[in-house]
């Protein structure tokens, strides 16, 4: 699944579409069957509700993955901001009218890089760079040194809190990074939607110039509802996937 969402936005819309095409071939062929079964005496139509026991249970899926999904995004875009934050409070207060900390300035800005190279980049926040752990330890040193030459207890405590939130932003984009995929339920959801149109196809068995539109219908439904998830399915990967802008942008 990981490699799927990684597509870009034209390849994955033709892996939707063909995927909606063969549910829908799925249906026209189990609609074919349920009917012949019913000229032949095999069978008897359900009644129409049944359709509903496996389309709500389709809906329910489709609601939690959706609800995953965007809260992901959300927190993900939460965390940047943070990040940025503890960037931008960290060089602030390196700066020669406060700390003039040198070795701070520089220990933050080869973190920025290498989290926007190595993390964002090649590894989509799903694993830590090591330049980036190197850099992380760089700050660290660099505020010891600053608190052993004997910096004020307030600016050391506030440069110590930055520090802190910077390291909390960073660990959590990279747990999300790394926990945001469901693959068990987007498995369900797709195997739910299979059984949607077998489903729609065995009530309207009796009825077949309604099911092939029915079936054509929900099929659109399914592939435009699926392919809008995928897109977002991981906030660091994918043609939507969201950008380090902001922490280029504050320097």
Same mark, same amino acid.
Request: glycine share 4%; charged share 20%.
């Given at each position: 699944m990981n490699t799927l969402f990684s597509l870009t936005a034209l390849p994955l819309a033709g892996v939707a579409i063909a995927f909606g095409a063969?549910?829908?071939?799925?249906? @026209?062929?189990?609609?074919?069957?349920?009917?012949?079964?019913?000229?032949?005496? &095999?069978?008897?139509?359900?009644?129409?509700?049944?359709?509903?026991a496996v389309t709500v249970v389709w809906a329910l899926l489709l609601g939690f993955v959706g609800a995953d999904t965007w809260n992901a995004n959300a927190d993900a875009a939460r965390l940047l901001k943070e990040e940025r934050s503890a960037i931008l409070r960290l060089e602030g207060i390196a700066? #020669? $009218? @406060? @700390?003039?900390? !040198?070795?701070?300035?520089?220990?933050?800005?080869?973190?920025?890089?290498?989290?926007?190279?190595?993390?964002?980049?090649?590894?989509?926040?799903r694993r830590p760079d090591p330049e980036a752990e190197r850099a992380v330890e760089l700050i660290r040193g660099a505020i010891v040194a600053a608190v052993r030459a004997g910096v !004020?207890?307030?600016?050391?405590?506030?440069?110590?809190? $930055?520090? $802190?939130?910077?390291?909390?932003?960073?660990?959590h984009r990279l747990g999300l990074g790394n926990t945001t995929l469901s693959?068990?339920?987007?498995?369900?959801? &797709?195997?739910?939607?299979? &059984?949607?149109?077998? %489903?729609?196809?065995?009530v309207h068995a009796d009825r077949p110039s309604a099911g092939? #539109? %029915?079936?054509?219908?929900f099929a659109?439904?399914?592939?435009?509802? &699926?392919?809008?998830?995928a897109l977002h399915a991981h906030p660091y990967d994918g043609s939507a996937r969201l950008e380090p802008d902001r922490l280029v942008a504050s320097r």
């Open positions: 063969a549910c829908f071939l799925l249906g @026209l062929v189990s609609l074919a069957l349920f009917h012949r079964a019913i000229d032949e005496g &095999l069978m008897k139509v359900p009644v129409t509700t049944f359709l509903s700066q #020669p $009218d @406060l @700390l003039d900390r !040198p070795d701070l300035h520089a220990a933050v800005e080869a973190y920025r890089r290498a989290v926007v190279a190595g993390e964002w980049g090649e590894g989509r926040n !004020p207890e307030v600016l050391a405590a506030k440069t110590i809190s $930055d520090f $802190d939130e910077l390291q909390d932003a960073r660990n693959t068990y339920k987007w498995h369900l959801l &797709l195997v739910m939607t299979v &059984l949607s149109h077998i %489903a729609i196809a065995i092939r #539109p %029915a079936l054509a219908l659109v439904a399914a592939v435009m509802s &699926l392919y809008l998830l």
